[in-house]
């Protein structure tokens, strides 16, 4: 489950949109412009919004654009806005615009398409809902192939032949200490044992075992460092 969200974290960090330019990057696609006196506004909850600050910004861009294609009978600049207003509300539960502006015109258009604004909201919510476990089930397949990556050279490692045992012992050690997450109990206690084994093993057969590791190691503190975690001295 933390690997999942790890996963699914670093995909929204890889797929961050920057949530400021949101605004003037539909606006600058559709070619219009949000009203002046609601464009601030929308623009700092744009900024502010923890959904639309991360990769919430791809699919709410999209959407918007499909949206702004299809006419619905009014100006296009208060279409955009009440499209702007359909995702708030969605989001917030509350509304940008709320007909009391003093725009008659503006007012006129959004009677005329109360319905397509409710129908948009809740496009909205489906589309970026759906986006999303997307976005999770991705994570999730990302993750399933690590674990099985990770499973998979553990496996390599403990199956290894006995007379390669001083490389299993110093990669298997590599792998703990660098990622000791990926490594399951039962797997380390199993190289525990069998580490011990191998060395009671050297012990009967008068083999330098110590003389192997420093050849590996390379330095005699290290080899020190690796009994310790087998559990050998």
Known sequence: MKKSI?????????TTVSAQ???????QAVGVELPSEYKGAVKAYVQGSK????????PTEQFIKEQMKENWGISKQN???????????????????????????????FEKVMDNIETCGKKYNTDFKAY????????????????????????KIIKQDSVWVKERM???YNLY?????????????????????????????????????????GD??????????????
């Open 170 to 172: 110093v990669e298997f």
């Open 79 to 109: 279409q955009l806005l009440f499209i702007w207003d359909a995702i708030y509300e969605q989001i917030t539960k509350k509304n940008f615009y709320d007909g009391e502006d003093g725009n008659k015109q503006r007012l006129e258009d």
């Open 177 to 217: 200490t660098q990622n000791p997450n990926i490594i399951k109990k039962e797997d380390l206690n199993f190289m525990k044992e069998s580490t011990k084994g191998f060395i009671e093993d050297c012990n009967k057969r008068n083999i330098d075992y110590k003389a192997i590791l420093r050849k590996e190691l």
């Open 6 to 14: 790890l996963f699914l974290m670093m995909l929204l960090a890889a």
């Open 51 to 58: 959904v639309l600050e991360g990769s919430g910004a791809i």
């Open 21 to 27: 330019d949101l605004v003037d990057r539909v606006s």
């Open 132 to 155: 999303m476990r997307k976005l999770s089930a991705e994570a999730d397949r990302r993750s399933a192939e690590a674990d099985k990556r990770s499973a998979e050279a553990v496996k």
């Open 220 to 233: 005699e503190k290290k080899v020190k460092d690796l009994l310790k975690f087998y559990g050998i001295e």
